[in-house]
């Protein structure tokens, strides 16, 4: 990354926590919630500040959300990839493997 530009990396995460927010805002609207409260990870300042520096938290939160929409859409295959990507990059989204799997 540091051969295409120094703040490449930085441009990535960023566009992963607006990533996060679209699917938010997705999983709110087929749960039937305000859609609004997808705002509230885009205005969160410590996102924004954890993406900004430079970590991959983001891309992990992305995945994450990921897997939850596949699983709230029955696409159980699309869910398990995208998990365990997660799971792959940060071995910390393994905590979510029982509440997944008991849904």
């Known amino acids: 990354s ?3 530009n120094e703040v490449f990396g930085k441009i990535l995460f960023c566009l992963a926590d607006i990533g996060c927010g679209l699917v938010l805002e ?5 749960r ?15 996102a924004v500040n ?3 520096r430079g970590s991959a938290d983001s891309v992990i939160c992305l995945l994450v959300l990921l ?3 596949c699983v709230e859409t ?3 295959t699309w869910g398990a990839v995208w998990f365990g990507l997660a799971v792959h990059m940060k071995i910390y989204p393994i905590i979510f493997a029982l509440p997944l799997a008991l849904h």
């Open 2 to 4: 540091f051969w295409l």
């Open 26 to 30: 997705e999983i709110l609207r087929i």
């Open 32 to 46: 039937g919630e305000p859609r609004w409260l997808a705002a509230l990870w885009l205005l969160n300042p410590v």
């Open 50 to 52: 954890i993406s900004t």
């Open 67 to 69: 897997t939850l929409l």
């Open 74 to 76: 029955r696409r159980v």
